[in-house]
């Protein structure tokens, strides 16, 4: 069976969300975690889009709020989420090992933990729609969960192909590269890639989507085996598990 094409598109939202939309170029769309209902209606509009189904992340107002806008004109949408968004609309609870079939393509669901207690990613290849867990350069906050919780989110991600498409749900790229640099300010990867999402931003250009093999070279996040990052982070701790190291990084991002 030949499936069609998905293709993705990024629509901006409230301050720095993105919502993501994929699109067959027949005109079926699906949407990803809107936190507004205007952008998402004005898209479709432009482009005599026909949507099937919401895909929610976590309950987050930013990720929900323009669930109710979209259902007001399509009401027979499928809205499918974990158990958290189902005061938020979602019609079709889902978790981590299930999967959920759209447009025949099959969405692998993972438990990702951490920002919220029962936030949820979504994997069609080459697509990764991980809401507030893995952002490029960096990671999410722990609202809820612990940082065993969040290092664990990151090593079931870690997990999939190089080519894997990060579409996260803010565009935090250049002030995590800036936390990056401090904490480990030899990396030139890091410093490199800083001074060319610089560049874009400075263009007002989105930074995203990351490659998961980018951020594997310059998410810190992703790197608490690297012996200098945990010298530089823990070094009265000698050979520290790697969640002690992410905890710490997470802490010290919090303030930074």
């Known amino acids: ?3 069609p094409r998905l293709n993705l598109t990024s629509v901006p939202a409230l301050r720095d969300n993105y919502i993501w939309m994929l699109n067959t170029p027949a005109g079926q769309c699906i949407i990803v975690d809107p936190g ?48 958290e968004t189902q005061a938020k609309g979602a019609s ?3 978790k981590g090992g299930s999967s959920v079939t759209l447009l025949g393509y099959e969405f692998t669901v993972f438990d990702t933990p951490g920002h919220t207690l029962g936030h949820v990613s979504y994997y069609t290849q080459p697509y990764l729609f991980c809401g507030d867990t ?41 002030s995590n ?7 480990l300010p030899q990396n030139q990867q890091i410093r490199s890639y800083y001074h060319d999402i610089k560049q874009l931003r400075d263009k007002n ?9 980018k951020e594997r070279e310059i998410n810190v996040f992703l790197k608490t085996h690297d ?10 701790i000698s050979l520290p598990e790697e ?13 930074f």
Request: charged fraction near 15%; charge should be negative.
């Open 134 to 174: 893995l952002f490029s350069g960096g990671c999410g906050r722990l609202f809820e969960g612990t940082p065993q919780q969040m290092y664990h989110s990151f090593q079931t991600i870690n997990q999939l192909p190089a080519d894997t498409l990060v579409c996260c749900a803010h565009e935090y790229t250049l």
């Open 36 to 83: 507004e209902a205007q952008p998402v209606l004005d898209t479709i509009t432009a482009n005599q889009w026909q949507p099937v189904a919401i895909l929610l992340t976590h309950h987050h107002s930013d990720h929900v709020d323009g669930v109710a806008g979209l259902l007001g004109k399509w009401p027979q949408l499928a809205v499918y989420g974990p158990q």
């Open 177 to 183: 590269l800036a936390f990056a640099l401090e904490v």
């Open 243 to 255: 969640w002690q190291v992410f905890s710490a990084l997470r802490l010290k991002k919090d303030n």
């Open 227 to 236: 012996i200098d990052l945990q010298r530089n982070i823990l070094p009265d």
């Open 1 to 3: 069976m030949n499936l």
């Open 205 to 213: 250009c989105i930074s995203l989507p990351s490659t998961l093999a």
């Open 92 to 94: 079709h609870i889902v």
